[in-house]
């Protein structure tokens, strides 16, 4: 998914219709999810600490290594 999608995404989830925007939440959260995920690999893989990415997350480095630790 693009950089486009995911603006059209995100302004759909302000849609005055909730079935709609509940819709395009779902899209969203699932496309930033996978986006976080190679991100976070990326960075590990290019000598970031699980500290340092769970730093930039905001979450303890057990949840990043427990999450994205396993190859």
Not at 13 to 18: F, I, L, M, T, V
Not at 58 to 71: D, E, F, I, L, T
Request: proline fraction near 1%.
């Amino acid at each position: 998914m693009d950089h486009v999608t995911i603006h059209t995404l995100a302004a759909s989830a302000g849609s005055d219709d909730p079935i709609e925007a509940l819709k395009a939440i779902a899209k969203l959260r699932k496309e930033l999810d996978r986006i976080e995920a190679v991100t976070a690999r990326r960075a590990h893989n290019a000598g970031a600490s699980w500290q340092l990415i769970a730093f930039a997350l905001g979450v303890s480095r057990q949840a990043v290594h427990k999450k994205y630790g396993r190859s």
